[in-house]
């Protein structure tokens, strides 16, 4: 792809970012803060029927022009190609989820950066307790973001674990390798995760955006809000208080009349 078409104003505009773009290791930090503060986690389209197109211009238009959010071959694919058009070295590895037993398949993407001969994991697609910043490619190296504990760790046949810490356990979030990944394994994994009836998109409402001191998550009806306070639990009402919550938390707009809204929040709320 020709990244010099890539909108980069309306990118950094959308991120209400306005500082230095030189390709430093500082610049990935703060624009991968940037991103994932800016650009919500969520899978309303695979839930309304509208399907996930990777096309570039689709993902620009949905993401930076009308200010929604994605999953992650969306989000890392967008800041991928942000990279890429700043200057940036990477590329797109592939992921197998193990916050389920057994783990998925490899349908999460996230990049490797490289700059002057040292690596490092970018990841602001996850949606779940992922990073807030990348991390050195290191085995064993604890990374904190805002009171958050990762490492990468050798898991065997898997390849590299990342993992967090919580309450002084390491809890396995993905592992992956470092095998070159194809545009169409991309497109493999996008089909399966937006379709496949197994696949936790199809079935449940999900949104994510932390916060430099917490985070907002949404899973069908419960909006969590974590904060320095404590965190406040809250049950969504159906139509519109729905959709309003959306936007208040999550800066989503669905552009969907009631009439289409209904049916999916009874479809989840059933399969919940």
Known sequence: MDNSVFPLDAYLTRLNYSGSVQPTEDRLE???????????????????????????????????????????????????????????????????????????GR???????????????????????????????????????????????DAGPYGIMLQTQTNAEWQNLYSFDLGQVFPNDIVYGNYFTSTHPSSFFTFARVAALPTPNGRVSLFNHTLRILSPDGEHVQELREGQPYLDALKTHFGIELNVPHEAIRPLLATSRAMS
């Open 30 to 104: 703060v624009l991968h803060r940037a991103q994932a503060y800016a650009i919500p986690f969520e899978n309303f389209d695979i839930l309304l029927g509208r399907g996930i197109t990777l096309d570039p211009p689709a993902l620009w238009n949905k993401l930076i022009h009308h200010a929604r959010g994605g999953y992650c071959f969306e989000l890392n694919g967008v800041f991928l190609m942000a990279l890429r058009a700043l200057g940036f070295e990477a590329r797109a590895l592939l992921a197998r989820v193990h916050l389920v037993d057994p783990p998925t």
């Open 107 to 153: 349908g999460h993407q996230l990049l490797l950066v490289t700059m002057q001969g040292k690596q490092w994991i970018a990841d602001v697609g996850f949606g779940g307790p992922g990073l807030r910043a990348p991390i050195p490619f290191e085995l064993n190296r604890v990374a904190t973001h805002d009171g958050q504990s990762f490492r990468l760790v």
